[in-house]
């Protein structure tokens, strides 16, 4: 059993990378059944979210996402992660630097983490 918490950010990095390039497969084995996150003032449930971004790329657009300054709790088969999401968005227009506060709550399932839960802020862009 792997309760590190590098594991728990090793877990929210692969996401990011199975989110960029839509493989529906690994985001499912990555999060949980019950599978929900808050992002952009919505709810979204099971696959919604991947979906949304499926769209995006098929728009055009391109992420770019990074876990940093990590703050992860770890017990028994629970764990919460908070981090800054320093990225950016890229289209046809050009790249926009873009910071995000990010959490998420995980589950072990006995092999591996499981994300449960999910939540992104947008950080407001300073004028």
């Known amino acids: 059993m792997s309760f590190s918490t590098d594991a728990v950010i090793e877990t929210i990095r692969e996401m990011y990378a199975a989110a ?12 949980t059944d019950d ?5 952009g003032g919505k709810r979204f449930d ?10 995006a ?5 391109r992420f770019v996402w990074t876990v940093s300054e990590p703050d992860v709790w770890v017990a028994q088969n629970c764990a919460s992660i908070a981090y800054v999401n320093r990225g950016s968005i890229s289209d046809a227009a050009g790249t926009v630097p873009v910071t995000w506060l990010e959490s998420a709550v995980l589950r072990f399932d006995g ?11 947008r950080v407001p862009t300073a004028a």
């Open 20 to 31: 960029a390039i839509n493989d529906e497969a690994s985001l499912r084995a990555i999060f």
């Open 35 to 39: 599978f929900y996150a808050f992002d």
């Open 46 to 55: 099971g696959m919604e979210l991947p979906a949304l971004l499926k769209a």
């Open 57 to 61: 790329h098929a728009a055009g657009k």
């Open 111 to 121: 092999s591996r983490w499981r994300i449960q839960f999910f939540h992104s802020t």
